[in-house]
């Protein structure tokens, strides 16, 4: 089994989470801005004002997308090069990172029905992208171990 | 004349940021064939790298273009240009319209803009391009003579 190319990990990481933190922003700050604005008042909240916070959110962002990668280049070797493979990845990541996390949410009663189902849909539209932009570059050099894996 | 001035300043700074950080990631081995697509010797995958980079350049001039400038520093065409936002389309998506096109110029400018500095710096390379032969190639082959002896 070939070895991770951490280099790549990383580079791929950071494309997939400027995916997510432009779909996040544009999202949260303009789709559903009303929407939180609402929801934050009846919880007696600020929401995400400091810039601080905007940096914390980026981050995981980031981080997000850094482990879609590695999750990708992990289930390479058994899915094969395949943009099958990147998407299944990506939903692997949507499950924890966005359904099971809003679906808490929105049982507790915490968020309304709307934020919380269109948080989801745009969770997932951003891991697909992301991941499919993540198969491009991170299988750029990887094809020698991709050609091997193939066949599976 | 001050929003295209606005817009070419915001666009020659994304497209500075993104070169220098690329230039800067090339060194890495790793990384040079997708940041540096000159480096590559064989044509047909040089010609596929250039289209990768020109992907991940977009990716990354979209997010400084969208987020950075149009969404955090507040930089957009609407403003600029004063330009009323269509009331019939709702604050929403008038709102994320006017951000997606501020982002669409900002990224297309840059993208230009980088294409422009490469002709008044002098650093034109002559395109190589893999040669491609088309055609049809027959192969004949004649009847060995067959000795009756």
Not at chain 1, 126 to 137: D, M, N, S
Not at chain 2, 75 to 87: E, G, M, N, Q, W
Not at chain 2, 115 to 122: C, D, N, P, R, V
């Amino acid at each position: 089994m070939g070895r991770m190319n951490w280099t790549r990990i990383l580079f791929a990481g950071l494309l997939a989470g400027l995916v997510i933190d432009t779909g996040e922003y544009l999202l949260h700050t303009i789709v559903l801005a009303d929407d939180w604005k609402n929801a934050m008042q009846k919880l007696n909240l600020t929401g995400v004002q400091m810039p601080g916070e905007f940096l914390a959110l980026t981050v995981a962002g980031f981080l997000l997308g850094t482990v879609t990668v590695w999750l990708y280049a992990a289930i390479l070797p058994r899915y094969g090069p395949r943009a099958r493979t990147a998407l299944l990845a990506a939903l692997a990541m949507w499950i924890p990172g966005y359904f099971l996390g809003l679906l808490g949410v929105f049982l507790l009663g915490i968020l309304p029905l709307g934020v919380v189902f269109i948080s989801m849909a745009g969770g997932l539209a951003e891991l697909l992208c992301g991941a499919l932009l993540v198969r491009l570059v991170y299988s750029d050099t990887s094809s020698g171990l991709a050609a091997t894996a193939g066949s599976h | 004349m001050r929003e295209i001035g606005i817009i070419l300043i915001a666009a020659f700074a994304i497209d500075r940021i993104v070169t220098g950080m690329f230039y800067l990631l090339s060194f890495n081995a790793d990384l040079r064939a997708t940041l540096d697509p000159d480096s590559l010797s064989d044509p047909s995958a040089r010609a596929a790298a250039a289209k990768l980079y020109r992907l991940v350049y977009s990716v990354c001039a979209g997010y400084l273009g969208i987020v950075i400038v149009a969404g955090v520093m507040g930089i957009r065409l609407s403003k600029i240009a004063a330009i009323p936002l269509d009331s019939s389309l709702g604050p929403v998506m008038g709102n994320a319209l006017d951000v997606l096109v501020t982002g669409l110029l900002l990224v297309g400018g840059a993208d230009r803009l980088a294409e422009a500095l490469k002709l008044f710096g002098g650093d034109i390379k002559p395109a190589k391009e893999p040669i491609e032969i088309t055609g049809k190639v027959v192969l004949e082959q004649s009847l060995a003579k067959v000795d009756p002896s």
